[in-house]
């Protein structure tokens, strides 16, 4: 009778996280995240635009893409952690010209990118081997594509973008912990912080824009141990 009232009362006390007290010493733990993407462009027409009469509107269209990242995550205290993602992401980008007529030009920017983000995470408290968590940080990105022998080839009809870019990142998620890993989907938004179009007064379509600014909505697993 004494060890099953000292096993229920263990059990209140906890709350349920059985796998979670296997995983509360640990100071870091690595993992692998597989996520897909939605990004794109955001770009702010320049005063040239008013003055050409050949196109209507501009504007991004968003596309899927898909992410690789390898986690370290070190523990700062009970409730936050910070985390370095560093990985790659495949995305394509589209900006959409539209003519007076009603008919439409593309141009399609594919890219292979070098992500290097930052992020600092605040957790709930832990309740049934789950916890809920926001996460925010900045994030360095580089397209490792961007000098590729076919991007060369057609840089003449692309919109010049640098392959360099920064973004902040906010997001939200819950952690599961399983026996063996610690399961943890999560969703997050990010966004340029700085203007990445290369301006070229040789092309009609860099002269009808001020800036283009990069975004993306990632959804992401992660598996960590």
């Known amino acids: 009778?004494?060890?099953?009232?000292?096993?229920?009362?263990?059990?209140?006390?906890n709350k349920g996280n059985y796998n979670f007290w296997e995983y509360r010493s640990k100071p870091f733990y690595f993992g692998l995240t597989i996520g897909v993407h939605?990004?794109?462009?955001?770009?702010?027409?320049?005063?040239?635009?008013?003055?050409?009469?050949?196109?209507?509107?501009?504007?991004?269209?968003?596309?899927?893409?898909?992410?690789?990242n390898i986690i370290?995550?070190?523990?700062?205290?009970q409730y936050f952690d910070f985390r370095f993602i560093p990985g790659f992401a495949f995305s394509e980008r589209r900006l959409e010209f539209?003519?007076?007529?009603?008919?439409?030009?593309f141009e399609k920017v594919?890219?292979?990118?070098l992500e290097i983000p930052l992020l600092l995470r605040f957790?709930?408290?832990?309740?049934?081997?789950?916890?809920?968590?926001?996460?925010?940080?900045?994030?360095?990105?580089?397209?490792?594509?961007?000098?590729?022998?076919?991007?060369?080839?057609?840089?003449?009809?692309?919109?010049?973008?640098?392959?360099?870019d920064f973004q902040f990142e906010v997001g939200a998620g819950i952690q599961m912990f399983f026996p063996f890993f610690i399961f943890s989907p999560?969703?997050?938004?990010?966004?340029?912080?700085?203007?990445i179009h290369i301006y070229n007064n040789d092309k009609g379509e860099s002269?009808?824009?001020?800036?283009?600014?990069s975004r993306a909505l990632t959804i992401s697993f992660h598996f960590e141990g």
Not at 44 to 57: E, V, W, Y
Not at 186 to 195: H, L, P, R, T, V
Request: proline share 4%; net charge positive.
């Open 1 to 13: 009778m004494l060890t099953s009232m000292g096993l229920q009362a263990q059990t209140k006390n």
């Open 38 to 68: 939605s990004t794109g462009f955001l770009p702010s027409k320049s005063r040239q635009f008013q003055a050409i009469d050949s196109l209507r509107m501009v504007s991004g269209l968003d596309r899927p893409g898909l992410n690789v």
């Open 72 to 77: 370290t995550n070190l523990k700062i205290g």
């Open 98 to 105: 539209l003519k007076p007529d009603g008919s439409t030009d």
């Open 110 to 113: 594919e890219s292979v990118f």
């Open 123 to 164: 957790k709930s408290e832990p309740y049934r081997d789950k916890r809920l968590f926001v996460v925010g940080g900045l994030k360095y990105s580089y397209d490792v594509a961007s000098n590729a022998r076919a991007r060369q080839e057609l840089a003449a009809k692309l919109i010049n973008i640098s392959p360099h």
């Open 186 to 195: 999560e969703i997050k938004f990010s966004q340029g912080i700085g203007n």
């Open 207 to 213: 002269r009808i824009l001020d800036s283009i600014i």
